[in-house]
């Protein structure tokens, strides 16, 4: 099995290499982010963070609400005909939904502010809509790449944009005035180089061809044909975002934006490995499906067993470790004003074990044509972790309240996991051991011997 995965690595266009692509770049971002946070979570305060954070939750959810998601089916477009015209739809929705935000920032920013009790000036408030625009059109041209598997290319830009948002936060920290949202500012200036780099290379490859295919009734045409991502697609993304950052609005208006920004420097240490690992594998894993789906069905199953198993025994052990060991490994990595997070960081990273398990396979699900069955699995977890979420604001108690959104979590991705497996007849019995016996038995060692150790 390692000769063959080395040998595939050197196969230029196989899986292997086009992972190793990304997560190689994913890998240098992550560790980007390890060598500049230290420094960050020093200079920023935690309600600094805390402001990102919620900025960030609401561009997860405007994102794919003003494309209605075709981006999504950029990849799996039958040709490239439908492909522009899907990205011209995409491109005309984001357009007017955004001038609309704006517009509607500009007539009733101050209002908003009242209404929802914002902590912001309203000037910051025309950060959003610019943000939507910005994340948008890079959330277009990323599934572009994806398509035409210019996996370097990408990859070279996410390092570059990476490394100029993490130059400029350093900076505005350092020399600006108002720094409550220098995180906000960094990120956009930092994403718009990127996009005028991805635009510049769209246009390089792509004008003739972009502009030959482009009538008014082929975008009607392709809006008609892929009518499943916005009816269930759609649906299905947004209540996934109100899952994931629900919690991120609950801590933000109902405890403090301090200890939303200690959960979000959290999030942001455990999530590394799902960023260099899942996220990589995601966009990866959706464009090697499909393909082996058209050419055998027969050896689906087997490429998600093999991609699962590799997974779950490769990262068990640093997860385990995390869940026992958080609070000292983030105290002396982010320094004392961290605390919280390291105590967040513990009881969490069982949930983002799981993600990294089970996130890579859900594209799957677009695969097998079962977007519906993708949307009820958001709604059932949605209604969870809302009811979590609830128990633990009305308990004014944010470790439970965190307890509960990474039981909740954890319970869903299993489920989801075990559907997947099943519809494939892939045996689930050993994700239900491994998640149920053996990463349980690992962590519980891992405290026998921290508490010996404190002991004596």
């Known amino acids: 099995m390692i000769k063959d995965t080395i040998k595939s690595l050197f196969i230029k266009g196989s899986f292997t290499q086009d992972v190793f692509i990304v997560s190689f770049g994913k890998g240098i971002v992550a560790i980007i982010g390890f060598l500049f946070v230290p420094i960050l979570?020093?200079?920023?305060?935690?309600?600094?963070?805390?402001?990102?954070?919620?900025?960030?939750?609401?561009?997860?959810?405007?994102?794919p609400l003003f494309t209605l998601s075709f981006p999504s089916a950029f990849?799996?477009?039958?040709?490239?005909?439908?492909?522009?015209?899907?990205?011209?739809?995409?491109?005309?929705?984001?357009?007017?939904?955004?001038?609309?935000?704006?517009l509607l920032v500009l007539l009733l920013g101050d209002y908003l502010i009242k209404v929802f009790n914002l902590a912001y000036e309203s000037r910051i408030l025309f950060l959003i809509p610019l943000g939507i625009l910005i994340n948008g059109f890079f959330s277009q041209l990323t599934s572009w790449n994806v398509r035409r598997k210019q996996f370097t290319f990408s990859t070279s830009v996410a390092v570059g944009h990476n490394l100029l948002i993490r130059i400029f936060n350093l900076l505005?920290?350092?020399?600006g005035r108002n720094i409550s949202y220098g995180l906000i500012y960094g990120s956009l200036l930092g994403r718009l180089i990127a996009l005028i780099i991805l635009i510049a290379k769209f246009l390089q490859k792509e004008k003739r061809k972009f502009i030959s295919n482009i009538t008014f009734n082929n975008i009607i045409i392709s809006g008609k044909v892929y009518k499943k991502y916005p009816l269930y697609f759609l649906p299905g993304r947004l209540l996934e975002n109100l899952w994931n950052q629900s919690i991120v609005y609950v801590i933000g208006f109902g405890f403090s934006k301090s200890i939303l920004g200690n959960f979000a420097i959290a999030v942001s240490v455990l999530n590394i490995p799902i960023q260099v690992i899942a996220n990589s594998m995601s966009s990866v894993f959706l464009k090697k499906a499909n393909d082996i789906y058209i050419?055998?069905?027969?050896?689906?199953?087997i490429f998600i067993k093999r991609l699962t198993s590799k997974l779950f025994f490769t990262w068990i052990i640093p997860f385990s470790i995390l869940s026992v060991f958080g609070p000292e490994i983030i105290k002396v990595f982010l320094g004392d004003q961290w605390t919280m997070a390291g105590k967040m960081s513990s009881i969490m990273a069982p949930y983002f074990f799981t993600t990294l398990i089970v996130s890579p396979i859900l594209s799957v699900l677009q695969v097998l044509k079962k977007?519906?069955?993708?949307?009820?699995?958001?709604?059932?977890?949605?209604i969870l972790n809302t009811i979590g979420l609830l128990i633990g604001f009305l308990l004014g108690n944010i470790e439970?309240?965190?307890?509960?959104?990474?039981?909740?979590?954890?319970?869903?991705y299993l489920?989801?996991?075990?559907?997947?497996?099943?519809?494939?007849?892939?045996?689930?019995?050993?994700?239900?051991?491994?998640?149920?016996l053996i990463y349980p038995s690992t962590i519980l060692v891992l405290y026998l011997i921290k508490k010996a150790f404190m002991i004596y």
């Open 400 to 412: 439970i309240l965190i307890m509960l959104y990474t039981a909740g979590n954890v319970l869903m």
């Open 75 to 102: 990849v799996v477009a039958k040709n490239d005909k439908l492909f522009f015209n899907l990205f011209s739809l995409s491109t005309i929705l984001l357009l007017l939904s955004t001038a609309f935000t704006f």
């Open 415 to 436: 489920l989801v996991g075990i559907y997947i497996m099943r519809i494939n007849n892939i045996p689930y019995l050993r994700i239900i051991i491994g998640f149920l």
């Open 371 to 382: 977007e519906v069955h993708l949307f009820l699995y958001n709604l059932i977890g949605f």
């Open 172 to 175: 505005i920290g350092i020399f």
């Open 295 to 301: 050419s055998n069905k027969n050896e689906l199953p």
């Open 41 to 63: 979570s020093r200079i920023y305060s935690p309600e600094a963070y805390g402001n990102f954070s919620l900025y960030s939750a609401f561009l997860a959810f405007f994102v």
